[in-house]
């Protein structure tokens, strides 16, 4: 273990010397498959990138809770509305391990949520588009959520710890959650022309978007070389993608919904389905906080901050109360 108490003198000849000793250490310990644990000795790059993955991801928990809250009050019958709230309080409890998960690393919960407030920390691009009828909450379930396990069962082998475990327990709930999405979808599948339809529609608008959930093409993947060397990374953004479309088209079929690309069609010598142009236009304009809702998720973002501050300080309070008790006694 290298603890970062070993980092001295920051100009220092002998601290670049000692640095590029941990860092080869740090690399064969990661190479050799290894956990890297919050006390042990780390690069600087390692620690950030983890840092704004894991809080972005974190935040994405947090603004994806919206899309669907916005039909708890009109889920079709109390039991879709009991597994729809159930599904909420799991995906807030996924930004809660996730920012703490992000605090192992250095960085406080304030920080890391004024980030995403100012607007300066990314969320997932999907949670910018609205929810207008109740076959999106099917469709959520079914596709984001399948795209969201897509990528992140390989996380569970993230090199970083506390990453690697939260994510076994986010993984099993999504997936109960893709199951109860695509139950949604089933029923309105099986159900009146007009259910059918309804289905169809949010398909039709759900499908692309979930492409884009897996980030730019790999040639244009910022950060994913010295991810998949620090085996943050196990599979490429396009390669995630591909198993993603080779696990749907299926699922698809079984529904009896058609998917919205006409060039989709199964390559018979790689067996993979090969899936039309993404428009790489539209999720930049979704990531540059020019999407359908994005004002919208963090106007209601701010405004939950500011009416929550009031539980922050009596929790705060209460915590400091029962430190002074349990110091007295
Ligand atoms: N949206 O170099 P790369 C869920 C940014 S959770 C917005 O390829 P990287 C559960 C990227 O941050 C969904 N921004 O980046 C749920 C970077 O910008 P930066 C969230 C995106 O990190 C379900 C730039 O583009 N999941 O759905 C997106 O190597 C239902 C360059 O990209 C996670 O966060 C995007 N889609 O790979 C909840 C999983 N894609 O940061 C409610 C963990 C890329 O330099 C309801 N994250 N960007 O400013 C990851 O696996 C990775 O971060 C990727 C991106 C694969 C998302």
């Known amino acids: 273990m290298y603890t970062q108490a070993l980092n001295t003198n920051p100009d220092s000849g002998e601290r670049q010397l000692e640095d590029a000793g941990l860092a080869a250490r740090f690399q064969a310990r990661v190479d050799a498959e290894e956990r890297i644990e919050p006390n042990d000795w780390m690069p600087a790059a390692y620690r950030r990138t983890l840092t704004r993955q894991i809080s972005q991801h974190a935040h994405s928990e947090i603004v994806g809770m919206l899309p669907e809250g916005n039909w708890l009050t009109r889920a079709p019958s109390l039991r879709r509305k009991a597994a729809l709230l159930a599904k909420v309080q799991d995906e807030c409890g996924h930004g809660l391990y996730l920012y703490a998960a992000a605090e192992t690393l250095g960085s406080s919960r304030e920080e890391l949520v004024d980030q995403l407030l100012s607007g300066k920390a990314k969320y ?94 790999d040639a244009a993947s910022l950060h994913s070389d010295t991810s998949t060397l620090w085996k943050i990374k196990r599979f490429s953004n396009d390669e995630l993608r591909q198993k993603f479309v080779d696990a749907t088209v299926p699922q698809a079929r079984i529904l009896g919904l058609s998917l919205p690309d006409p060039e989709l069609r199964l390559d018979e ?60 006694a």
């Not at 039309?276 to 236009?281: L, V």
């Not at 930049?284 to 020019?290: E, S």
């Not at 994005?294 to 901050?305: D, F, G, T, V, W």
């Open 124 to 217: 997932s691009s999907i949670f910018n588009y609205p929810t207008l009828t109740w076959a999106d909450i099917g469709a959520i379930g079914w596709l984001v959520d399948g795209a969201a396990i897509m990528n992140q069962i390989p996380l569970c082998r993230c090199s970083y710890g506390p990453y690697a475990r939260a994510m076994i327990r986010v993984c099993k709930e999504e997936s109960f959650h893709q199951r109860q999405g695509y139950e949604i979808m089933l029923t309105l599948s099986r159900g009146t022309p007009e259910q059918k339809e309804m289905a169809q529609d949010a398909l039709n608008r759900w499908w692309w978007p979930c492409l884009m959930m897996f980030g730019p093409p």
């Open 269 to 328: 010598e790689s067996g993979h389905w090969r899936y039309g142009e993404i428009d790489w236009d539209e999720f930049k304009q979704v990531i540059a906080g020019n999407g359908p809702c994005n004002r919208e998720r963090l106007a209601a973002r701010r405004k939950a901050h500011d009416e929550g501050e009031w539980v922050r300080e009596a929790a705060l309070a209460y915590a400091q109360k029962q430190r002074g008790k349990a110091l007295a």
